[in-house]
């Protein structure tokens, strides 16, 4: 083996293990530039925050604590809509949510096996277009009327509707075969 070819080799390797080394520095030191840069705004927004809170005549700790809290809350009740859905996606009935004006505004997937049509093109029609059956739109009449659940059974379907409670002119509709 040629002598030369070796040391040029080793040569090569150690200028590009400076350069890589050198562009890792000069990396490293950007980065954590950038980082200081970022955590000194950091504390500049959260002092204006602070006096700007103060100068309303609040604490802004208590203002902290109540938006950590009212955070919390949110998360738990993501969570609970995310458990709420589950459950109402796993009924093996179609439910759907009629808005005041009888538009669709929620439903399961069940839905569309019992409508025959894809369940996710059906957010945004109103019950006459969906149902077609004077039987159960008068049904659905009938419940936002009265505030009492309507039962009607068709040769198709039998249809249980009822007004949402806390929720005004809301109805819901279950479904099934």
């Excluded at 050198?22 to 950091?42: D, Q």
């Excluded at 996606?89 to 997937?109: C, F, M, Q």
């Excluded at 505030?147 to 040769?155: A, C, G, H």
């Amino acid at each position: 083996m040629n002598i030369s070819l070796i040391l040029g080799s080793l040569v090569t390797v150690s200028v590009m293990s400076f350069a890589i080394t050198g562009s890792l520095r000069v990396s490293l030191a950007t980065g954590i530039a950038a980082a200081l840069c970022s955590w000194a705004t950091v504390i500049i927004v959260t002092e204006r925050w602070r006096k700007s809170v103060a100068s309303l005549g609040r604490d802004p700790d208590d203002v902290s604590d109540a938006i950590r809290e009212n955070a919390l809350r949110s998360i738990a009740l993501e969570e609970r809509i995310v458990l709420l859905r589950a459950v109402v996606n796993s009924l093996p009935d179609g439910l759907l949510v009629l808005s005041r004006n009888g538009t669709l505004i929620e439903h399961n997937r069940a839905l569309g096996e019992v409508l025959e049509a894809p369940a996710s093109k059906l957010v945004g029609f109103t019950a006459r277009e969906l149902l077609r059956d004077d039987r159960i739109l008068a049904a659905v009449e009938s419940a936002a009327s009265t505030s009492e659940p309507v039962t009607v059974e068709t040769p198709r379907l039998s249809v249980r509707v009822a007004s949402l409670s806390g929720v005004p002119g809301a109805l819901a509709l279950i479904a099934s075969h």
